[in-house]
């Protein structure tokens, strides 16, 4: 029987939690072969989610420099990879997403002509300074990939309006919702909840590198205020390893009683932690796509998103940086119940949970089935 060797490359949190449930699918499929690579952009919020899933990666070029800038990673992996692509020479390389490992991976594979699948491809905000430099990363990536693995039927039309071929795109859902599918739990403890019980938790993540400075204060800021206006609420942040992050939310939000700065959670705690909030702040893009499907209010403390299906929906609502708008809109969702409930209402446009499953045997059905090239829609496997 023919196999495809196929090399998925990742090397973020964000990236892992999306990218492991795909690796467990291709690892099952016969006609597969997985190889998977570790940038290692990030070490210890990377290896919490490989343990978690069980992956074993066949390489780590392990890159991760403390305040390491945005030419250090994209050079160090362009070098590592192409030994690691010359010696395995995988007929498919897979990425996901929008960071400097998508885009420094993709080109690695292009440079050596070996076709790049794109997982999570079709995300815009066409402002290439928002979010920053994802927005470029996304995009270049899309300009290198053969295999286009939209999460949403916007997704496609985005791909499809910058004349990307449709026979080459595959709308699969979000393999978040794969992941998120084996994580929440209805019998779960954790000692941080039971510090929460009682009171309204929000769950809160910053990490944006264009927050990075003056609007990251602004908004710890707000939830310093928020917290202090507020004796029922309590706020948990995971804090983000990175130092600059630290510094700031040290200094604005580090000798507040009802908050806790904690350590990052695996992803099984942070699920089931946001299961059990009752909202959620964050600049992060992943969580804009959980949160909907748990129906947790979502403020998002960005200008941008490049997920506008759970703020149609309602359940996400931008927010910006500015510290009296943060305030404002935490306030009212505290204090107006119709408000809250309004943006409480569980919806997914992510799909079934059955994203990895799609996007394996698209792989299988272009290597080695007949390629297909529609006329118009692209290739909706079967509607997420
Ligand atoms: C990266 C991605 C961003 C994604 C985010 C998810 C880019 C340019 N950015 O941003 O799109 O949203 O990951 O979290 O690709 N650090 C550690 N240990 C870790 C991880 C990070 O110590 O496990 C520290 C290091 O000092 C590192 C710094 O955090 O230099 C920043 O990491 P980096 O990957 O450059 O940027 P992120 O903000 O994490
Ligand atoms: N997450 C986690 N532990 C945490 C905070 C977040 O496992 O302490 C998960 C979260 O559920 C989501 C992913 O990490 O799946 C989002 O990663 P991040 O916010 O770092 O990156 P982004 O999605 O913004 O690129």
Redesign the pocket.
């Known amino acids: 029987m023919k196999k495809i060797k196929v090399a998925s490359i990742f090397g ?4 892992a ?2 990218m492991c449930p795909l690796i467990l699918e291709l690892q099952k499929h016969e006609q597969i072969i997985s190889k998977v690579c570790l940038t290692g952009q990030h070490r210890e ?1 990377l290896n ?2 490989m343990e978690l899933f069980g992956i074993q990666a066949d390489c780590n070029l392990d890159i991760m420099e403390k305040n390491q800038n945005l030419t250090q990673i994209t050079v160090n992996i362009l070098e590592g990879l192409g030994r690691f692509l010359d010696a395995e020479k995988p007929e498919l390389l897979l990425v996901h ?3 400097s490992t998508s885009f420094a991976a993709a080109l690695a594979g292009f440079y050596r002509k070996i076709p790049v699948g794109h997982v999570e491809a079709g995300l815009r905000t066409y402002n290439l300074h928002s979010p920053y430099p ?1 927005e470029f990363n996304r995009q270049a990536v899309d300009l290198v990939s053969d295999l286009y693995f939209a999460p949403t039927e916007l997704a496609r039309k985005r791909l499809l309006e910058e004349k990307k071929n449709p026979g080459q795109i595959f709308v699969t859902g979000n393999t ?1 919702i794969d ?1 998120l599918k084996n994580t929440v739990t209805e019998i779960y403890s954790n000692e941080h909840l039971d510090w929460a019980e009682g009171s309204r938790l929000i769950l809160f ?1 910053s ?2 590198r264009e927050n990075i400075g003056e609007p990251m204060r602004h908004i710890f800021r707000a939830a310093r205020r928020i917290v202090q206006d507020f004796p029922d609420v309590k706020l948990l942040y ?3 390893k990175n130092p600059k992050v630290r510094e700031i939310a040290y200094g604005i939000l580090g000798n507040e009683e009802r908050i806790r700065l904690i ?5 099984y ?3 089931n932690f ?1 299961a059990r909030s009752f909202l959620v702040m ?9 949160a909907p499907a748990l129906g947790k209010p979502v403020l998002v403390m960005r200008d941008t998103t490049e997920r506008p299906e759970g703020v149609e929906a309602g359940t996400l609502k931008l927010v910006g940086t500015q510290e009296d708008v943060v305030y404002k809109e935490t306030e009212k969702l505290l204090k107006d119940e119709k408000s809250y409930q309004a943006m409480c209402n569980a919806v997914n446009p992510y799909g079934d949970g059955h994203a990895s499953e799609r996007i394996a045997e698209a792989i299988v059905q272009w290597f080695l089935g007949d390629k297909i090239v529609s006329g118009g829609n692209g290739n909706v496997l079967s509607e997420p």
């Not at 973020?12 to 990236?15: A, G, I």
């Not at 350590?263 to 992803?267: A, M, S």
């Open positions: 973020t949190r964000p990236e939690v999306k919020m919490q989610v997403g929008d960071t994802e978040v992941a993540t990490h944006r995971p804090l983000h350590e990052p959670l695996d992803i705690d942070f699920h946001m964050t600049d992060s893009g992943g969580i804009q796509e959980e």
